[in-house]
């Protein structure tokens, strides 16, 4: 039980630490987004925090759920954080946005599997994937929207 617990909470940690880490390097870069042409749907820069933080805790929850009914399942999540990790700082940091849409869309390819992936274990865990899926096009729109506009 002490077990699993400790990996339930490793999990969570490295959900949130890896984009938090990556996102604390190029924080100066954020600064310049203030600048650049935004599509009519951009939400305000609040909402980001908010609604990452939420989805976050749904992708651990829905990770923990799983993780130990098939090996890919681990896998297929941890390659999600680390191309939703290098996405921030192509996009904010290097500003190359159709690299970072490239990105983005691998990533949402990766999630729909992970998604399809769950499903066969558990139905809510692969439910719980639906907002981030709805969010990565959002994101596909906003990016491909700031690449057109700059």
Do not use: H, Q
């Given at each position: 039980m002490k077990k699993i617990f400790k990996n339930n909470i490793i999990i969570v940690a490295l959900t949130f630490l890896i984009p938090?880490?990556?996102?604390?390097?190029?924080?100066?870069?954020?600064?310049?987004?203030k600048t650049l042409n935004k599509p009519p749907l951009s939400p305000s820069p609040i909402v980001f925090p908010i609604v990452w933080s939420i989805l976050y805790i749904l992708l651990s929850i829905s990770i923990i759920r799983v993780k130990d009914e098939n090996d890919d399942n681990i896998k297929l999540y941890y390659l999600s954080l680390i191309l939703n990790a290098i996405w921030t700082p192509i996009f904010f940091g290097l500003?190359?946005?159709?690299?970072a849409l490239i990105d983005l869309v691998i990533l949402?390819?990766?999630?729909?599997?992970?998604?399809?992936?769950?499903?066969?274990?558990?139905?809510?865990?692969a439910y719980l994937l639906i907002?981030?899926?709805?969010?990565?096009?959002?994101?596909?729109?906003?990016n491909f929207s700031i690449m057109i506009m700059n």
């Open positions: 938090g880490i990556i996102a604390f390097l190029i924080k100066n870069s954020f600064m310049a987004f500003k190359w946005y159709f690299l949402l390819y990766t999630v729909i599997r992970m998604y399809k992936k769950f499903k066969e274990y558990d139905d809510i865990s907002p981030y899926i709805a969010w990565l096009i959002f994101a596909f729109y906003l």
